[in-house]
């Protein structure tokens, strides 16, 4: 079956619960590629979205669209030799997230606009998901925002964030784990009351609206490299494989990335997949990178599809690693004594991936931070041994009110939450 970008941006998930994925990828073409050092961040984001969105949405407004969604900077920071930070962390919710959620929320309701429909949006998240996209939809007219997240497993400032923004934006805390929330998700989807009732959309990384920007600023990250001689790889810190897609999306699109580095914590199926060719989804266990903290990633369909499920094609451009949460505090330890750089347990694992396979002689590396360190504040400054500072945004959310509805992992107590709202 085929359908629309705005289709395939509305019902988030097929009707067999399969995920959307473009029929095909264009290539840019040498003229785009010769131009790019010199575009801005929302140049390369409309002219990259522009293949995919075709006439649903019009230049005009998509250029609007790239141009608010992406007013935050987005720098490569030299590290070490060799060694560079692609910093996501600097929109409103200080997470890489923001990027994708703001591109969807503007989508969804420049969609919800010309239709006149009232959506809901459902969202599972391990933490910065929720928050990023609650902000990028904030008081959007015709937008409902339901989050649903694990009961004790996101970080004191990521609960805030969740709970305290209301209006438009419902939190639930499930009595589960990450991915209860997300099976959750799934199976309302696939409920036939639920969508007679409910105009149901997600806003997880599967929606497609969510993983296109994500590749945007692989393109850009390539550009303020150059000019450089030295083959191009990226390492990942990756959980639902989202972030990781965005940028296998942009090197089929042609930019010329050499390799990536897929890092995980201890929920490593995915660089175990890498490195043995069995995909064996297992329950998640927590970690201190708990963004990550994901047993079953949503993406590694996509993943696969794009190397058309080949185990040989996908491991000469993709490499895998994981690490422990005591490597990963040796390294934010490491990092911070030597270049003065605070990491947050995220990008400490993509820098572990990075330095275990980065050759130096013929290799730039960038590792992507994907979070403020100040929303890991506790786990860093334990390592630290140092007070970090929180920017103000984030403080904001610490003296309001949490508000929160319980429920189990059951589904029928999040059916009936739904059909009495
Ligand atoms: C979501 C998240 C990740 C993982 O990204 P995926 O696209 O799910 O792989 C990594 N770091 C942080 C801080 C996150 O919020």
């Known amino acids: 079956m085929r359908y629309s970008f705005k289709e395939a941006v509305i019902k988030g998930l097929a009707p067999d619960n399969g995920l959307f994925f473009p029929v095909s990828i264009p290539n840019l073409g040498d003229d785009f590629f010769k131009r790019l050092p010199t575009l801005s961040l929302p140049e390369i984001g409309f002219e990259v979205a522009r293949h995919f969105v075709g006439d649903d949405i019009s230049d005009a407004d998509l250029q609007k669209i790239t141009e608010e969604v992406l007013n935050f900077p987005i720098p490569v920071v030299p590290i070490e030799e060799g060694v560079n930070t692609l910093e996501l962390f600097h929109g409103p919710t200080c997470a890489f997230k923001d990027v994708g959620a703001r591109f969807m929320s503007r989508c969804l309701s420049a969609f919800a606009k010309q239709d006149q429909e009232v959506v809901t949006i459902l969202v599972a998240t391990s933490g910065d998901t929720g928050s990023a996209v609650a902000n990028g939809f904030l008081g959007v007219a015709g937008v409902n925002v339901i989050i649903l997240y694990p009961a004790g497993k996101v970080s004191k400032i990521q609960e805030q964030q969740l709970t305290t923004m ?7 805390e499930v009595d589960g784990t990450f991915d209860d929330c997300q099976a959750l998700v799934k199976t309302a989807f696939g409920d036939n009351d639920l969508n007679a009732k409910l105009n149901l959309t997600s806003a997880n990384s599967i929606n497609i609206a969510r993983l296109l920007p994500q590749s945007f600023y692989y393109f850009y990250a390539w550009a303020q490299l150059q000019p450089t001689t030295k083959k191009v790889v990226f390492s990942v810190p990756s959980g639902n494989y989202g972030n990781l897609t965005g940028g296998l999306l942009a090197k089929q699109m042609g930019l010329p990335i050499d390799s990536f580095i897929a890092a995980a914590n201890t929920n490593k199926v995915v660089p175990d997949y890498l490195n043995t060719g ?8 927590q970690t201190i990178s708990n963004a990550m903290d994901v047993g079953a990633p949503s993406n590694f369909a996509r993943m696969m599809e794009l190397y ?4 040989a094609s996908i491991i000469k451009d993709v490499k895998g690693a994981w690490f422990s949460d ?27 991936g990075l330095k275990k396979y980065l050759n130096k002689e013929n290799e730039v590396g960038v590792f992507l931070e994907t979070a403020h360190p100040a929303k890991f504040k506790d786990t860093v400054e334990k390592v630290l041994h140092t007070e970090i500072s929180v920017p103000s945004y984030l403080q904001e959310c610490l003296g309001k009110e949490k508000k929160s509805i319980l429920i189990s992992k059951d589904f029928l107590d999040f059916k009936s939450f739904l059909l009495l709202k």
């Open 166 to 172: 209301g209006q438009n934006i419902t939190a639930l």
């Open 278 to 285: 069995e995909y064996e989804p297992k329950a998640s266990v």
């Open 308 to 311: 058309q499920e080949n185990h």
């Open 326 to 352: 005591e490597q990963t505090q040796v390294a934010i330890l490491d990092v911070y004594n030597r270049s003065n750089y605070i990491l947050d347990p995220h990008g400490a694992v993509g820098y572990l």
